[in-house]
């Protein structure tokens, strides 16, 4: 689930949730602003994979939360 299979498109894919993630923040925000942001897009669907994308990308070091506030990780 968290990569694209045979049977599991790259969108539906939690790395494919985590780049729409990355793709609508632009600039820092709350967690509940960017789920309000993402909860329309198709592939994101559910709060549960909007969590868990957001885990996926905060284990792999691409987003930081500072003062309860996500930010994009730049490298």
């Known amino acids: 689930m968290i990569l694209p299979t045979k ?15 990355l793709a609508h ?11 309000e942001r993402l909860k329309g897009e198709p592939n994101v669907g559910t709060f549960e994979r909007f969590a868990l994308a957001a885990n996926l990308l905060y284990l792999i070091g691409a987003i930081d939360l500072k003062d309860g506030i996500i930010v994009r990780v730049v490298s």
């Open 7 to 21: 049977h599991i498109a790259e969108q539906e894919a939690l790395i494919g949730v985590g780049a729409t993630l």
């Open 25 to 35: 923040l632009v600039t820092p925000m709350t967690v509940s602003g960017l789920w």
